[in-house]
């Protein structure tokens, strides 16, 4: 049993593998319940990824020596970065990136990851992550309406409003949920210009509110960071 650990700013994600099979994951642990977590089934090898707590903070308050991989830019990879600035290339980028290729080799892959930004990655048939897009996330343009003008309330995202909101209220539900969809279906349209057989992945926690939205073939991978993650573990562990 392996452990693959997704640390944000406040919360982490947890996923527990046997090889390559996705036993169980949790979300949503503070740093207290992640230790508690990874202590009461102790794993052969993790993969911590983090923003907030280092490795050896993590290790630290584990209180016990575990196989543990840090990963960060310099951790090896089984894929190529041909990035600019791979110093600065987000976890969660690479990660599902890892776990695109690793579910669906030598093809053309989209990722698209729906977080607090909406990330649209390219990783092609030669596992080589090209690069992507970063864009404002759904809940991210429903605060910055609120937060810079004086009468605009704050909206709550809803699957497929209506095109024509007859309030305010409906209009910003129409504004951020139709324009997101428009984004993403423009966007993979001008990739798809360039790899006519290309596979979109969405995963992320906004995926949910446009997979049944979008044109088919789009493929709903909700733990593809995870799986990513594993990925990343077990090549590493094959490199020792």
Not at 193 to 200: A, W
């Amino acid at each position: 049993m392996n452990i693959v650990i997704d640390s944000g700013n406040t919360y982490s994600k947890v996923g527990w593998f046997e090889g390559d099979k996705l036993i169980r994951y949790t979300t949503r642990l503070t740093f207290g319940e992640l230790i508690e977590a990874v202590l009461a089934q102790v794993p052969e090898y993790i993969l911590y990824s983090s923003v907030s707590f280092t490795a050896s903070d993590f290790e630290k308050a584990l209180g016990k020596p575990l196989k543990i991989f840090d990963l960060t830019p310099d951790t090896p990879l089984p894929i190529t970065k041909n990035y600019d600035t791979p110093q600065t290339l987000g976890a969660d980028r690479i990660a599902a990136s890892a776990g695109a290729n690793f579910l669906y080799p030598k093809e053309d892959l989209v990722v698209i990851d729906m977080g607090t930004c909406i990330t649209y990655d390219l990783i092609d048939k030669n596992a080589v992550f090209q690069g992507g897009m970063i864009s404002p996330g759904v809940k991210m343009r429903f605060n910055a309406m609120h937060s810079f003008t004086k009468r605009l309330p704050l909206v709550e995202p809803e699957t497929d409003p209506e095109l024509i909101g007859k309030s305010t209220r409906s209009a910003m539900q129409s504004g951020v949920m139709n324009g997101v969809l428009a984004e993403m279906q423009g966007i993979i349209e001008r990739y798809r210009h360039k790899s006519p057989d290309l596979r979109v992945l969405l995963c992320g926690g906004d995926a949910a509110f446009f997979e049944s939205s979008l044109k088919p073939p789009i493929f709903a991978v909700p733990e593809l960071v995870l799986i990513g993650l594993n990925r990343i573990l077990t090549y590493n562990v094959s490199l020792q």
